[in-house]
T-cell receptor, first 113, second 113 residues
Framework: SAVISQKPSRDICQRGTSLTIQCQVD?????MFWYRQQPGQSLTLIAT?????????ESGFVIDKFPISRPNLTFSTLTVSNMSPEDSSIYLC??????????FGSGTRLTVV | GENVEQHPSTLSVQEGDSAVIKCTYS??????FPWYKQELGKGPQLIID?????GEKKDQRIAVTLNKTAKHFSLHITETQPEDSAVYFC????????????FGRGTQLTVWP
């Protein structure tokens, strides 16, 4: 199955600033998924990112707040923009591992103060 | 869209006992049902999955059963150990292995020694 390296693992940020989260996969994958997990909650899909096209956002998430880049088949970034305390969550990237199921990164624990 | 319900939200068992977590789904087109284990501070880890052409799958102490007619699937953990303590999520994939996952709300399993 695919192995994902996600950075940073955690960060504490000031409100109004932005944070970019990186995901690197050890193999080429068609789709990458970005999720948010609020404290004690389940996973909520933010967007699906295909290489070479605009990301597809779920209801309640917009590109201006969560811009995504997908420059190649092994890498993607998610930016959390103009942060507020309500953005404090764990952010996770995920890929479909070519018949081996969906693999998740270790997550980025974001605290906005 | 797909709706996945998961019960119970918390489950406490004595070491050595069995644990069962149940999920239902709404979309008859869903055909892939993974289970994830999430330990504190980590990303979800795939522990077992089942596809709609199979009724049961077992991997050592873990098994998953699927009833397509009733649209429910269950996770069974036998001979539980304290290290099984974690949050467990069920999920469903709607139609395509390259599509998104829909997650249940999670079950906090605690195994007491």
């Amino acid at each position: 199955s695919a192995v994902i390296s996600q950075k940073p693992s955690r960060d504490i940020c000031q409100r109004g600033t932005s944070l970019t989260i990186q995901c690197q996969v050890d193999s080429q994958v068609t789709m990458m998924f970005w999720y948010r997990q609020q404290p004690g909650q389940s996973l909520t899909l933010i967007a699906t990112a295909n290489q070479g096209s605009e990301a597809t956002y779920e209801s309640g998430f917009v590109i201006d707040k969560f811009p995504i880049s997908r420059p190649n088949l092994t890498f993607s970034t998610l930016t959390v923009s103009n942060m507020s305390p309500e953005d404090s969550s764990i952010y996770l990237c995920s890929v479909e591992g070519g018949g081996y199921g969906y693999t998740f990164g270790s997550g980025t624990r974001l605290t906005v103060v | 869209g797909e709706n996945v319900e998961q019960h119970p939200s918390t489950l406490s068992v004595q070491e050595g006992d069995s644990a069962v977590i149940k999920c239902t789904y709404s979309d008859s087109a869903s055909n892939y049902f993974p289970w994830y284990k999430q330990e504190l501070g980590k990303g979800p880890q795939l522990i077992i999955d089942i596809r709609s052409n199979v009724g049961e799958k077992k991997d050592q102490r873990i098994a998953v059963t699927l009833n397509k007619t009733a649209k429910h699937f269950s996770l069974h953990i036998t001979e539980t150990q304290p290290e099984d303590s974690a949050v467990y999520f069920c999920a469903a994939n709607r139609g395509s292995t390259l599509g998104r996952l829909y997650f249940g709300r999670g079950t906090q399993l605690t195994v007491w020694p």
